[in-house]
C-alpha cells in the first residue's frame, strides 16, 4: 500500500487519505484530507465565506433551491428503495426528531379542524385513499388524502375538513406539496 506524509499534521497516510491532485508531480495534494479540509475552512471562515459547515450547506441550498431540489427528485426516482432505507434508518436514528416532526404535523391539523368538521366523512376519505392503495386503483400503487389548501403556507392556511380534502395518487400530492391550490393568487384559472 502506498503512502505519504502530510505536510501539516506530520503523519505517514495511505494514499486514500489524501485528495488527488494530478496537475502536481506527486498527484495528490501536500496534506492528508482531514488536515486540507480544517485549513480550508479556516480560511473561508476567515475570508467571512461561512461560520459552519451547516450555514454553508443552508446557503448552498438556497442559492440553488431549483436544481438541488431537481436533482434529489430524480435521485429519489432512480433509487427508491435507497431512499426508503435512508429516511427509515434516519427516522430510527433520530427517534425525538422524527417525533417532533410528526408531533408538529399533529399540531397543526388538530388545529386547523374547526368544530363543525364532520369527522366521519373525514375518517371515510381516509379509508378510501387506503383502499384504492391496497387494490392499486387505476394502476396507481399509492393514493393519499391531498388538502386542497395546504394547511400551512406562505400565503394560506387550509382547514382540516371534509370539504378540503381530496383522495389523489401520492406523486401529484408530493409533486404539489403547498406550492399550489385552485384560485391562488397570481395563477390563471380557465
Known amino acids: 500500500m502506498d503512502t505519504r506524509v502530510c505536510i501539516e499534521c506530520g503523519i505517514v497516510k495511505p494514499l486514500d487519505e489524501f485528495y488527488p491532485r494530478p496537475d502536481t508531480k506527486a498527484g495528490y495534494r501536500p496534506a492528508c484530507k482531514r488536515c486540507w479540509n480544517i485549513k480550508r475552512a479556516a480560511s473561508e471562515k476567515a475570508r467571512g465565506v461561512y461560520k459552519t459547515r451547516r450555514e454553508y450547506y443552508a446557503r448552498r441550498f438556497v442559492e440553488n433551491r431549483e436544481r438541488l431540489t431537481a436533482l434529489d427528485t430524480l435521485w429519489k426516482r432512480a433509487n427508491r428503495t435507497k431512499a426508503v432505507t435512508y429516511a427509515n434508518n434516519w427516522r430510527l436514528a433520530n427517534k425525538a426528531k422524527a417525533n417532533a416532526i410528526t408531533s408538529s404535523r399533529r399540531a397543526k391539523k388538530k388545529n386547523a379542524t ?28 399509492d393514493w393519499h388524502v391531498d388538502h386542497i389548501v395546504p394547511l400551512k403556507s406562505d400565503i394560506v392556511c387550509g382547514l382540516h375538513c371534509e370539504a378540503n380534502l381530496q383522495v389523489i395518487p401520492a406523486k401529484m400530492n408530493q409533486s404539489k406539496k403547498n406550492y399550489w391550490w385552485p384560485d391562488m393568487p397570481g395563477v390563471a384559472n380557465g
Open 114 to 141: 374547526p368544530a363543525w368538521a364532520n369527522k366521519f366523512f373525514i375518517e371515510e376519505i381516509y379509508e378510501l385513499a387506503r383502499l384504492r392503495t391496497e387494490q392499486k386503483t387505476g394502476g396507481v400503487n
